[in-house]
């Protein structure tokens, strides 16, 4: 099988030719670890062949291709050199760019590969999910991480990206067979596609790494791969002000990356005078030395606005840190046996802010929360135990399907009443 995705890991980097991180402005970091973690489950099996396929920035060559713990790997460059990359950019406007190179690399991969089976990880991503496209004549499951396609979006993000959102839509007509965590996000791709087969997302998680006790220095962290209104990091620059009327002391942390309409929150944080209270850190090149900064905070404030339950939220609760969040359509999930995050409405700073308060006055309520918080991991973590052979029986199941008109057994597929809404 062929699996094509997106992410970027430091034992990927070491068997790419990549340029200089001061060259051409590269900054090579971890990112998409999920999809790492879903190689890496299927290391070692006698019953499936894994080829990935994937691009990563600042490559020297224009592909690679080599194997890893018996894992095949073909990574291809997708940048064009200066000055054309800029004139591409500004020639071809939004949704016409087609990303032809991508498309090519990846058709004459599956050429050389063959496979039985195509995953697709993540259809909101053009630059490698539009290469699906060009899939013929074989079966193709693709994982949803999220589904961009959401009119949530607009409220929550106030503008969407039409190129993504048009070409998720035509990858859930074009593909039949999907998997998806959450009642809205299979509410949402029936309704695009009612001939959907759809099944519940299963992954391997890999195991967390050893954090070190370290000297509380903040108070809350915010963090996220970027610093966006889609995380809520506007909501929670509003709340750290509020809070700072009751506890003017109070320090606070947000680690990840500016991004498009960085400037307003700049220009807000300085307004809300801020900054003598909060730390902003850049992304780290690794995901542990991450986990490690982020420890030194006492609690989390992560108001999310778009995921079911973010990958985030259980970082912080792994690491004893009371979360604080808003409520989407998987976070209720998280308080279903005992309260385990204090949830407030998105949007509603003033609430989060309350939430804050009420966690950071009660010592009682932060042993509760942390003390419940293991308590749902390792039940989670129980119920996860074999990820791997579901989402293998999951592949194997699609083949059969598609290839000799098998049915799908039912108690295979996505059943609402036992996933969160």
């Given amino acids: 099988m062929a699996i094509i995705t997106h992410f970027s890991s430091g034992e990927i980097r070491k068997k790419l030719d990549l340029h200089p991180t001061t060259k051409r402005h590269y900054r090579y970091k971890d990112f998409a670890l999920w999809n790492v973690n879903i190689i ?31 894992i095949k790997y073909y990574i291809y460059n997708p940048d064009l050199q200066y000055p054309w990359a800029y004139f591409e950019h500004f020639i071809l406007p939004q949704g016409k760019r087609g990303y032809p190179r991508n498309r090519k690399y990846v058709k ?23 290469t699906a496209l060009d899939v013929k004549d074989t079966p193709i499951i693709l994982h949803c991480e999220t589904v961009y396609a959401n009119p949530d979006r607009i409220k929550n993000e106030g ?39 759809i099944f519940p997302r299963r992954w391997p998680a890999a195991a967390f790494p050893k954090i070190m006790e370290v000297e509380k220095k903040y108070d809350f962290v915010f963090y996220a791969h970027y610093l966006t209104k889609k995380k809520g990091f506007n909501n929670a620059i509003e709340a750290m002000a509020m809070f700072l009327m009751e506890h003017p002391d109070a320090k606070f942390l947000a680690v990840g990356a500016p991004n498009l309409g960085w400037d307003q929150f700049e220009n807000r944080i300085k307004e809300l005078n801020l900054y003598n209270n909060l730390e902003i850190h850049p992304p780290f090149k690794e995901y542990v030395d991450m986990l490690q900064y982020v420890k030194q905070a006492r609690f989390a404030l992560l108001p999310i606005t778009m995921d079911v339950v973010s990958g985030t939220i259980l970082e912080a609760m792994r690491m004893g840190l009371p979360v604080v969040t808003c409520r989407t359509s998987g976070t209720p999930s998280l308080n279903e046996k005992r309260e385990t995050v204090l949830i407030s409405e998105i949007g509603d700073s003033e609430g989060l802010c309350q939430n804050m308060l009420r966690l950071y006055e009660s010592p009682e309520l932060q042993n509760e929360l942390r003390g419940n918080g293991y308590l749902y991991i390792k039940e989670m973590d129980f119920a996860n135990s074999h990820n791997t052979e579901e989402m293998v029986a999951q592949y194997k199941a699609v083949i059969n399907h598609y290839r000799h008109n098998i049915p799908i057994p039912k108690d295979m597929l996505f059943d609402k009443n036992i996933l969160f809404m």
Avoid at 109 to 125: R, S, T, Y
């Fill in 40 to 70: 890496n489950g299927l290391k070692g099996r006698k019953d499936i062949d894994v080829h990935v396929i994937s691009y990563h920035h600042g490559m020297k060559k224009r592909t690679q291709e080599f194997e890893l713990d018996g």
């Fill in 159 to 197: 503008t969407i990206n039409k190129e993504r959102w048009d070409l998720e839509v035509e990858l859930f007509h074009k593909i039949r067979y999907m998997a998806c965590n959450g009642g809205r996000y299979y509410n949402l791709i029936k309704g695009y596609e009612p001939n959907a087969i």
């Fill in 108 to 130: 004459e991969f599956l050429a050389k590969i063959k496979p039985d089976l195509v995953n697709l990880i993540g259809a909101e991503n053009p630059p490698y999910s539009i």
